[in-house]
């Protein structure tokens, strides 16, 4: 299994970005897809989750500011980002997990700017 992510770059504060994690394989065979992020000396966090079944779940940190979306046809998962914050600058991967463990990309850089 292969995750690419790409989209990440430098903006500023109150900007928008769009993370886009392409997989090698057919996404609708992982119980869940997420959006992980990590600055240095710090751990890797949650950002957004999204089901098989296409349920939710975000870090209070960004909700109602970033979306969680996949595309099945596409087998990519899609991170939206408004109304970034220079606290949201981090190293951000995308996961993906089924039945037989965790895969994860190799990670995208994002940069807010104040």
């Known amino acids: 299994v292969q995750l690419d992510e790409s989209g990440g770059g430098l903006v500023q504060a109150g900007g928008s970005l769009r993370l886009s994690c392409a997989a090698s394989?057919?996404?609708?065979?992982?119980?869940?897809m997420g959006w992980y992020r990590q600055t240095p000396g710090k751990q890797r966090e949650l950002v957004a989750i999204?089901?098989?079944?296409?349920?939710?779940n975000y870090a209070d940190s960004v909700k109602g500011r970033f979306t969680i979306s996949r595309d099945n046809a596409k087998n990519t998962v899609y991170l939206q980002m408004k109304s970034l914050k220079p606290e949201d600058t981090a190293v951000y991967y995308c996961?993906?997990?089924?039945?037989?463990?965790?895969?994860w990309g190799q990670g995208t850089q994002v940069t807010v700017s104040s």
């Open positions: 996961k993906a997990h089924d039945l037989w463990g965790d895969y």
């Open positions: 394989v057919n996404i609708i065979g992982f119980n869940s």
């Open positions: 999204i089901s098989s079944g296409g349920s939710t």
